[in-house]
């Protein structure tokens, strides 16, 4: 495993990271084995991924709750990263959040504690004054973001943030243009979430039917199938012919398609670690493999050639799940 250094100046992150959203036994992703989730998470310890993301509103706290039970007796090998959800940004309720999941994962402090989505209704100075009192009081290490994109990132400057979190694959490239400049100039890399497009990546659907129905949720999908929030007719003919394309490159190269998915997110200077979801060891392992094994410049080229076309097609929210228009006056609800 390799690692990279944030910010803070000492403290290291694996280029491979776990997420916790399909622990939270929440409709999109179904029901949670939970014996197989706290064993998957221990397995990605002992295997050298040491951050894990989590938060309160993944299933009203149950994702939490595996992970003080995963970590339980190892604490110090992991940096445990929260998020506090947009509606928890006033001072009190920052404070309350992050008491609240301290208390469910039964641990003392988080490493870093991260807005889950931003919330322009709310003075970011009122957010920050609450995160440095928990830095004082030793509830929290550091500062972190999600879904930040241009028309919120300057607000980030001289915060010590150390993280930005953007949905980011190669289906879904659409954060790359929203990089404000602002994330550069401080340091600040992008935790790529849902690297493998919720599962698309790796393979293992051949058409839109295939996809469990409640996923069919987020923007990849058409909205005909009313399990969304938002109105758009979704990209699944480009994005299932794109992965056909994908596994003919997989097969010839004789490298999986996640492999492939990792390997172009890797060879991305922006992106300082790739956060996956497992639900077992056996894909904890697979996406181990994937992420440790090697592309070739040449391929990473074809890929970027390739999904390029398809980000073409997407135009600009690069919002996964909503296509309302923000206060900044563009698509989505931050973007
Ligand atoms: N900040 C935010 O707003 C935000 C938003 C979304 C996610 N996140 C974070 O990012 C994390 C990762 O996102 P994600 O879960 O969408 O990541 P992902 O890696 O794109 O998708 C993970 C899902 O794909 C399937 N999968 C993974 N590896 C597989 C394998 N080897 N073989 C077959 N299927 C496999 C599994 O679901 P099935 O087995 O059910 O198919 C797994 O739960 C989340 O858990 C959460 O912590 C943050």
């Known amino acids: 495993m390799d690692y990279t250094l944030l910010n803070d100046g000492k403290t290291r992150i694996s280029g491979l990271s776990l997420g916790t959203w ?39 706290g149950r994702a939490e709750q595996v992970v003080g039970e995963a970590i339980a007796g190892r604490r110090d090998k992991v940096i445990l990263a929260d998020k506090i959800y947009s509606s ?28 889950h989505w931003p919330n322009p209704d709310i003075d970011p100075d009122e957010t920050f004054d609450a995160f440095e009192e928990l830095k004082v009081r030793g509830k929290i290490r550091m500062v972190s973001v999600c879904n930040y994109g ?22 879904w490239r659409l954060a790359e243009e929203q990089l404000s400049p602002v994330l550069e100039e401080e340091h600040i890399p992008v935790w ?10 790796t393979g293992k659907f051949r058409t839109p039917e295939d996809v469990p129905m409640n996923r069919r949720a987020n923007r990849m999908y058409d909205s005909k199938w009313g399990v969304g929030r938002h109105t758009d007719h979704g990209f699944e003919q480009d994005i299932f012919a794109f992965l056909d394309e994908l596994r003919r490159l997989s097969g010839e190269n004789g490298l999986s398609m996640s492999a492939l998915a990792f390997g172009f997110l890797k ?18 392992e697979a996406n181990l493999d994937a992420y440790e094994a090697s592309v070739p410049g040449d391929l990473l080229e074809k890929l970027d050639a390739l999904s390029g076309t398809l980000k073409a097609k997407m135009g600009k929210n690069a919002d996964l799940w909503e296509n309302g228009v923000n206060k900044a006056g563009s698509e989505g609800r931050i973007f």
Do not use: F
């Open 192 to 201: 790529a979430y849902s690297p493998l497009a919720q599962g698309l990546l």
């Open 88 to 115: 928890h940004l006033r001072h009190d309720d920052v404070i309350a959040a992050c008491e609240a999941s301290l208390r469910r994962m039964k641990t003392d402090y988080l490493d870093i504690c991260q807005i």
């Open 267 to 284: 060879s991305r200077k922006c992106v300082g670690s790739i956060l996956t979801g497992c639900r077992s060891i056996a894909q904890l």
């Open 22 to 60: 399909s622990y939270a036994d929440v409709s999109l992703w179904g029901s949670c084995d939970r014996d197989s989730a706290v064993a998957t998470l221990r397995e990605a310890i002992e295997r050298g991924i040491n951050l894990i993301d989590t938060a309160e509103r993944y299933g009203d």
């Open 150 to 171: 241009l028309s919120c990132a300057e607000t980030l400057r001289g915060r010590n943030v150390v993280l930005n979190q953007m949905p980011y694959s190669l289906i």
